[in-house]
């Protein structure tokens, strides 16, 4: 089962390598909302996810599916426009493999983006959340099964998992650009289903400060591949229990690409001074 799992993997950065000449030692997973960075990637190789061998479709709203190699930041990198989520059906080794594929083609550094509610009543929507940890209340885990000690360790340890190193140059180019950046922990549940109002309160006694339906799975498999990580989540609506209205999924991603600027030119300014 094990082997199989490799050889797709082989198989699927092999055909990526055959498209581009350089080596991608940074990666970009874009969220709901968050696409359009991609737009910015220069001498880019554009490929869709159904034509990479053994890679799923992404079905989620405003994700265009689409992997895109290039330069950005003065760096060579890999932008994903969009995810795969349990919610769609998909696996957590389903979500984990592309992360295992950047990994075999050389990425070192991955950067993940999500839209997610506020909870956190200091937040506003429209705001950036720099993730400094989060709790995994998806009951998956993309490591369960047999492990390949040439893959990671059978126990990683996932203390400190969004880099402190990067999370302080993070919050460096923000002050320098002006940008209001929050911190806090991310809390991840399956969905589809947005919680009701007993289950945020919950969330806000366990300690979570923005909740969604991504990140976790990624940030496993990249620890577990020994990549460094960091991560920023796009505050699209408060999801508070005590509020009359919950956003919509049209105005999650609507408000979304209202931050897209902002979002831009952290992202783009960070990659910049990246090591």
């Known amino acids: 089962m094990l082997n199989e799992y490799k050889n797709k993997i082989n198989e699927s950065a092999d055909f990526i390598k055959s498209k581009i000449d350089f080596t991608p030692e940074y990666a970009l997973i874009l969220g709901s909302g968050l696409g359009e960075l991609a737009d910015e990637v220069e001498n880019k190789v554009s490929l869709s996810y159904s034509e990479i061998p053994n890679f799923k479709t992404s079905t989620a709203p405003s994700h265009a599916g689409k992997m895109v190699l290039g330069q950005l930041g003065g760096k060579n990198v890999l932008v994903m426009q969009g995810r795969l989520h349990l919610y769609e059906g998909y696996s957590a080794q389903d979500i984990a493999f592309p992360v295992r594929v950047m990994n075999s083609l050389g990425v070192k550094n991955l950067i993940v983006t999500c839209a997610a509610g506020g909870i956190n009543r200091n937040f506003t929507a429209g705001s950036l959340m720099l993730i400094n940890d989060h709790l995994n209340f998806t009951g998956a885990n993309a490591l369960i099964g047999p492990n390949d000690n040439e893959m990671g360790p059978r126990f990683p340890v996932m203390f400190d998992s969004y880099s402190p190193k990067l999370r302080k140059l993070a919050k460096k180019i923000a002050l320098e650009n002006k940008i209001s950046l929050n911190e806090g922990t991310y809390f991840a549940i399956a969905g589809p289903a947005f919680y009701t109002r007993a289950e945020l309160r919950m969330v806000t006694q366990l300690g979570g400060d923005a909740i969604g339906m991504s990140v976790v799975q990624e940030v496993i498999t990249a620890i577990?591949?020994?990549?460094?990580?960091?991560?920023?989540?796009?505050?699209?609506?408060?999801?508070?229990?005590?509020?009359?209205?919950?956003?919509?999924?049209?105005?999650?991603?609507?408000?979304?690409?209202?931050?897209g600027p902002v979002f831009k030119t952290l992202l783009k300014s960070i990659l910049q001074e990246m090591e």
């Open 224 to 259: 577990h591949s020994g990549m460094t990580v960091l991560g920023i989540a796009n505050i699209t609506d408060m999801a508070l229990p005590d509020v009359e209205h919950h956003a919509t999924e049209q105005e999650v991603i609507d408000v979304a690409k209202k931050t």
